[in-house]
């Protein structure tokens, strides 16, 4: 049983930074394709980073210069620094996990990351980041 955890969410005002983990428990595989989506009430889920097994990552282009997605080498623990936020960055942030073909997706569709498909295998309760002006 696969179990994700984030945190690390909150309130902060424009332009300030948090950084969000999210604590990984049970067997993944390890080749899976991790990262982390956010949703705003009353709109779709879009993805905002994703980290393969190698490290690789792809940030969807409102993220940017400012979020860096990253793990740590057991891939237990996965993270994402928010920099430069803005009021438009507040909403509950996920982290999922899925199989490899989520990742290679992005590198091969010429899609944007925030459009990766959302049906990853196991996903965390999510964590609330609110940016105020």
């Known amino acids: 049983q696969v179990q994700l955890v984030e945190s690390g969410g909150g309130a902060v005002q424009t332009r300030g930074s948090l950084k969000l983990s999210c604590a990984v428990s049970g067997n993944v595989a390890r080749d899976a394709c991790m990262g982390w989506f956010r949703q705003v009430p009353g709109k779709e889920r879009e993805g905002v980073a994703l980290i393969d097994k190698d490290g690789d990552i792809m940030v969807a282009d409102f993220a940017k210069g400012r979020f860096t997605i990253s793990k740590e080498n057991a891939g237990n623990t996965l993270y994402l620094q928010m920099n430069t936020l803005t009021p438009e960055d507040t909403a509950m942030y996920y982290c999922?996990?899925?199989?490899?073909?989520?990742?290679?997706?992005?590198?091969?569709?010429?899609?944007?990351?925030?459009?990766?498909?959302?049906?990853?295998?196991?996903w965390g309760q999510g964590t609330q980041v609110t940016v105020s002006s």
């Open positions: 999922a996990v899925g199989g490899k073909e989520k990742c290679l997706w992005a590198y091969y569709s010429g899609k944007d990351v925030s459009q990766v498909p959302g049906d990853f295998t196991y």
